[in-house]
């Protein structure tokens, strides 16, 4: 069966700090591959998507950025984290033929002091 | 602008009775909505879907109906259980987009044994 991990589960960084966030997927080859936010009170936000290695699409101009140097590995980055940026942070795969099934990981919890 | 509506923030109700969640949508052009689970500090954990093509699908205690007419998408738990309380994401996704999914702002169900 298919397994999604994050980490760390939680995070507190300083403003202007960097971030490193990473995402990884066992028992499928060739996911798409999703950065989601949550932020208090709303829904979740897609940040980023990748359907294969080094291929990423930004759906939201911001301070972050995304890489995926494995077929099964996602990483989101920031290089100056803004308070703006706490958040609860979840990444998520679909089979490349289902994109509408998405499976989340269990998120990281940011908060920018 | 938010295409994607959970107008009730909250609902309560008596284990064993029907839990009605619901959801509208303002874009005709979404083809699969979903319905997602959440519990605390935890990722979504996907629940059902439905194509825009149908208007139920049923997955044991879960049965989703969808009135594309009204642009109204709900979810049924009978019967519902305490393990059940949790907050309930609906998502829909673009025809136009194979991966982006538009959340709404979830709902809080509390089942009462």
């Known amino acids: 069966s298919q397994t999604i991990h994050q980490w760390p589960a939680t995070l507190v960084q300083p403003v202007g700090s960097p971030l490193s966030l990473e995402c990884t997927v066992e028992g499928t080859s060739n996911p798409n591959l999703y950065w989601y936010r949550q932020a208090a009170g709303r829904g979740l936000q897609l940040l980023f998507y990748?359907?294969?290695?080094?291929?990423i699409s930004s759906e939201v101009p911001q301070n972050l950025s995304a890489s995926r140097p494995q077929d099964r590995q996602f990483i989101l980055s920031s290089k100056k984290l803004l308070l703006s940026d706490s958040g609860f942070y979840l990444c998520?795969?679909?089979?490349?033929?289902?994109?509408?099934?998405?499976?989340f990981g269990p998120g990281t919890r940011l908060t920018v002091t | 602008d938010q295409q994607v509506k959970q107008n009730s923030p909250s609902l309560s109700v008596q284990e064993g009775r029907i839990s009605i969640l619901n959801c509208d949508y303002t874009?005709?052009?979404?083809?699969?909505f979903l319905w997602y689970k959440k519990y605390p500090a935890e990722g979504p954990t996907f629940l059902i879907s439905i194509s825009s093509i149908k208007d139920k699908n049923e997955d044991g205690r879960f049965t989703v109906f969808l009135n594309k007419s009204a642009k109204h998408l709900s979810l049924h738990i009978v019967p519902s259980q305490p393990g059940d309380s949790a907050v309930y994401f609906c998502a829909a996704r673009s025809g136009g987009s194979n991966y982006k999914l538009t959340f709404g702002k979830g709902t809080l169900l509390t089942v009462n044994p």
């Open positions: 990748s359907v294969g290695i080094g291929q």
């Open positions: 874009n005709s052009m979404f083809d699969y």
């Open positions: 998520a795969w679909s089979p490349p033929d289902r994109t509408y099934e998405q499976y």
